[in-house]
């Protein structure tokens, strides 16, 4: 099992920018996958990016795509999500998680960081 430590989360005014940290255990970061997902109140939770093994090809939703950009650092075991031009719609609890064989799908997620957007 993978523990994930997020942080980076907070409140911020539309137009604005965040970065969120996600810190793995395990010996193999780079050839784990690392995801984003994130969760609205009444709703379901949603990808937002991934980036692949040590390669790192990367992936976005349409929503997100242009503003965000995920990252890693395998020698700090840490992958990253910087947002900028944040949203209100972008106020989610955001989740990082990790296919440690992939792409067998993710095995672990983080506890979830809280993102704020005012208007």
């Known amino acids: 099992q993978v523990q994930l430590v997020e942080s980076g989360g907070g409140v911020v005014q539309a137009g604005g920018s965040l970065r969120l940290s996600c810190t793995a255990s395990?010996?193999?970061?780079?050839?784990?996958?690392m995801g984003w997902f994130r969760q609205a109140p009444g709703k379901e939770r949603e990808f937002v990016s991934d980036?692949?093994?040590?390669?790192?090809?990367?992936y976005y939703a349409s929503s997100v795509k242009g503003r965000f950009t995920i990252s890693r650092d395998n020698a700090k075991n840490t992958a990253y999500l910087q947002m900028n031009s944040l949203k209100p719609e972008d106020t989610a609890v955001y989740y990082c998680?990790?296919?440690?064989?992939?792409?067998?799908?993710?095995?672990?997620w983080g506890q979830g960081t809280q993102v704020t957007v005012t208007s």
């Open positions: 395990g010996r193999t970061f780079s050839s784990y996958t």
């Open positions: 980036i692949r093994r040590s390669a790192g090809s990367t």
């Open positions: 998680a990790v296919d440690t064989n992939p792409p067998s799908g993710y095995d672990d």
